[in-house]
């Protein structure tokens, strides 16, 4: 597919009215820390405090009105079930939501106060998958995937849009990579309205796909994917996977103990709460620093959701 400046406009100002435009945070002590001049883009503070509602608002607005009676069915454990829940529920419309059993039960508590309608089930892909297929036979409801989807991975981009905007000189954008619906849309927005700005993607050593995959020409999986970074052990899917390929410049790996000291520095020095996977990208810069000595850097940070009763320090 070919992907204009004008699908990630006519985007923007779709998706306006049921988002907040994030604001941009900068920190004069990890700006020395680091050698660079770093631009965070808070979307901790979105609503539903991640960066997904941007792509569940979208994908839902361009439903028909049939497909919005019979309303929308996901499977995610996390971010996504909270963002499609409060997105259908702000359109007026029924979301289902496959949630494996062993899902934290804040994340579910979070989907059912959005008006989510929780289905359990084994905690395997290929069953989550089957039992939203099952869902979306009986009700009719439109499957809406977390990040392999044209309208999703639109709506993700105009994050670093909106950073762009307000800071139209950097010279990288930095994000985490997990399923790739995010990386791919920033990538798009660095393509389009920034001067000569790169993407680079943070992902963990213990779930590594992406980075294998870019190396290898194909989509790779992970054997394993025991990170901290919950929200980074999805893999790259065939809609994102081209766009990553022809405009992320690089992917950085970055251990556990990285991610974590990250995480830490982040709530420490600018008094704001992040997730472990929303530290991945600043773990990224801090362990190749020279790299981005000088440079002004915006970083994406992806969400807020973080189990205070789970912290890892």
């Known amino acids: 597919m070919n992907y204009t400046k004008e699908d990630l406009l006519t985007c923007h100002e779709k ?7 994030t604001p941009v945070l900068t920190s004069q ?12 883009k808070c979307e901790n503070f979105q609503r539903m405090g991640a960066f997904k509602m941007r792509g569940a608002a979208h994908a839902i607005l361009n439903l028909s009105n049939e497909q919005k009676r019979n309303g929308v069915v996901t499977h995610s454990s996390g971010n996504f079930a909270q963002a499609v829940s409060l997105s259908a529920k702000m359109q007026g419309i029924k979301a289902y939501i496959v949630m494996p059993s062993n899902a934290p039960q804040v994340k579910k508590d979070a989907v059912r106060g959005y008006g989510g309608i929780i289905t359990e089930c084994e ?32 709506g993700q981009g105009t ?13 990288v954008i930095m994000t985490p990579i997990g399923g790739g619906g995010l990386v791919a849309g920033t990538a798009l927005a660095a393509h389009f309205f920034g001067k ?8 963990p050593f213990e ?14 999986s992970n054997e394993t994917a025991n990170t901290v970074a919950d929200g980074l052990r999805t893999v790259l899917g065939n809609h994102n996977f081209p766009i990553i390929q022809q405009h992320v410049d690089e992917i950085i790996r970055v251990k556990e103990d990285e991610i974590i000291a990250a995480m830490r520095l982040i709530w420490e020095r600018m008094k704001i709460i992040i997730e472990p996977s ?13 790299k ?21 320090f």
Do not use: W
């Not at 929303?278 to 020279?290: N, T």
């Open 123 to 154: 905690p395997n892909i290929d069953v989550r998958q089957a039992t939203t297929d099952k869902i979306s036979e009986e009700t009719g409801a439109s499957k809406l995937h977390p990040s392999n989807q044209v309208d999703v991975i639109l």
């Open 292 to 312: 981005f000595a000088g440079q002004k850097i915006g970083i994406v940070l992806s969400g807020g959701n973080v189990d205070l009763g789970n912290l890892p």
């Open 207 to 220: 779930a590594d796909d992406a980075y294998r995959s870019l190396l290898s020409g194909k989509i790779e």
């Open 159 to 171: 994050a670093a849009m909106e950073l762009l905007e307000d800071h139209p000189d950097l010279n």
């Open 278 to 290: 929303c530290a991945v990208p600043f773990a990224a810069l801090l362990r190749e620093k020279e």
């Open 15 to 21: 998706i306006k009215p049921y988002i907040h435009r």
């Open 29 to 40: 002590a990890l700006n020395e820390m680091s050698g660079a001049e770093i631009f965070f």
């Open 196 to 203: 000569n700005c790169k993407t680079i993607g943070g992902e």
